[in-house]
């Protein structure tokens, strides 16, 4: 398999974030890790293995990122609209390095699909919702996508609302919301076994599912069983499935 790593300066940040793509031709895939993940942190749980023969058979590119949660939602010591702020300055490295790194390594433009586990699958959801011309499909697996209950102290302003899917989604109307119907599609799954409930992961995915359906945004909603856990085995398994038929 090909693998290649690449540092990318972002602006917005001051520093440089990592990107390993793994692949020769495909569908581009882009995979955020967990809360405060590295890159390398996918290949390192197995993730890459998982899909290793959609990888070489040449249907998938998968570009894995490094996360900025430790500056942003993940640092209690900042009230929730800077921890919204920052978060947004990681956004401008996704979609105004990273993108067109992978567009550039593609040969062209092509719509890239997001994906990641637990609070990757929160980054996965935002990003094609805010940013569905660049990525307009994810796969999110585990997420939780309200930051409030989970992050939260000080008061919530527009950065805040607008990085929050709960919030925002509930809130869509007309020409942005008819935009949206016809351009995304979200795949959201979750499991109902340990720490699915005391994350809050099975409960935000149906809650935001619930949204899609109620706005008529393009979505499936997939809960796995009650042994399905929060947690890696079960997260290779979700994402070998679904890139087998979104691919």
């Given at each position: 398999m ?16 990592t ?13 955020f ?9 996918l ?11 959609l ?9 894995c ?16 609209e ?33 994906t990641?586990?637990?609070?990757g ?8 919702l ?28 527009d950065?805040f ?5 709960i ?18 599609h979200l795949?959201?799954?979750v ?11 099975e409960?935000?995915?149906r ?5 899609l ?29 679904h ?5």
């Open positions: 090909r693998r290649r790593s690449i540092d990318l300066w972002s602006p917005a940040i001051g520093s440089s974030g990107v390993i793509a793994y692949g020769h031709w495909g569908r581009p895939v882009l995979a890790p967990a809360e405060a993940g590295r890159a390398g942190d290949e390192a749980h197995g993730m890459v293995d998982a899909v290793a023969d990888i070489d058979a040449g249907r998938v590119k998968l570009y990122v490094d996360s900025y949660d430790s500056r942003s939602w993940s640092d209690r010591e900042i009230p929730l800077e921890r919204a702020r920052r978060h947004d300055a990681y956004e401008s490295w996704v979609v105004d390095q990273v993108a067109p790194w992978i567009h550039e390594d593609c040969g062209g433009p092509l719509p890239i699909l997001t990641g586990p637990s609070m699958a929160f980054h996965a959801a935002n990003t094609t805010r940013r569905g011309h660049v990525f307009p499909q994810a796969l999110c697996l585990s997420g939780n996508y309200d930051m409030s209950g989970l992050y939260g102290w000080g008061e919530r302003g950065a609302y607008f990085h929050n899917p919030d925002y989604v509930g809130g869509l109307h007309g020409d942005r919301l008819q935009w949206l119907r016809g351009q995304v795949v959201l799954v499991g109902q076994g340990m720490w699915e409930d005391t994350t809050g992961a409960a935000s995915t809650r935001l599912a619930g949204l359906a109620e706005k008529g945004i393009p979505h499936e909603l997939d809960v796995w069983g009650h042994d399905v856990a929060h947690d890696w085995p079960w997260w290779r398994r979700q994402l070998a499935h890139l087998h038929r979104l691919t």
